[in-house]
């Protein structure tokens, strides 16, 4: 199994059969992974969010992580933190989207940082990519600066969102990725 690590962090895309358990028992997901149990299962709106995941990973298995859930586990507590979510392979203009979401009690660490920025990284490995997207409603505010503090610079407005692009010609650190 792919893995993106941190020195805080380990980062892995869900196959179809550990995003299929975190729909039905997000529990048994962690379990299934050998991850401290959170006691909590995912809301209704990552659900929804989830299964549109779900559909991409089924019909993309060779390139899964391309349109699946990424989940970031702090080491120290081997605990699901947050998620990353690519939303598919790259386009004819070699743009792939990312969004994400850290849990509210691990904020304000760099966790998201480091994530969101290794991810780039790993996306940038694939030669079709030139750019990674985001998108941040005009309010969040404490995510527009997430995006500038990894290096992403604003490139257009929506009636709803900021959007921002990181190119793959300015790099990034290097990372650990492990495959097994």
């Not at 962090?9 to 048994?28: A, G, H, M, W």
């Not at 991850?35 to 549109?52: A, P, Q, S, Y």
């Not at 947050?82 to 304000?108: A, D, S, T, W």
């Amino acid at each position: 199994m792919l893995k993106i690590n941190t020195g805080r962090l380990s980062i892995l895309p869900l196959d179809e059969y550990n995003l299929e358990l975190s729909i039905n028992d997000f529990n048994k997901m962690e379990k299934n992974l050998g991850l401290t149990i959170t006691e909590k299962n995912i809301g209704t709106r990552e659900k929804d969010v989830f299964k549109i995941r779900l559909k991409g990973v089924k019909n993309n298995p060779i390139n899964y992580m391309w349109y699946t859930t990424w989940i970031i586990i702090l080491k120290s507590e081997n605990r699901i933190v947050g998620h990353i979510m690519l939303k598919g392979y790259p386009n004819e203009n070699g743009e792939v989207i990312i969004g994400y979401y850290m849990q509210e009690k691990y904020r304000g660490r760099g966790y998201m940082s480091e994530a969101v920025k290794e991810i780039c990284n790993w996306a940038f490995l694939n030669d079709d990519v030139r750019y990674v997207i985001a998108d941040t409603l005009k309010d969040n505010i404490i995510s527009q600066k997430l995006l500038q503090k990894i290096g992403m610079v604003f490139y257009k407005e929506d009636d709803e969102c900021f959007w921002w692009k990181f190119n793959s010609e300015y790099g990034v650190q290097s990372t650990e990725y492990n495959e097994g």
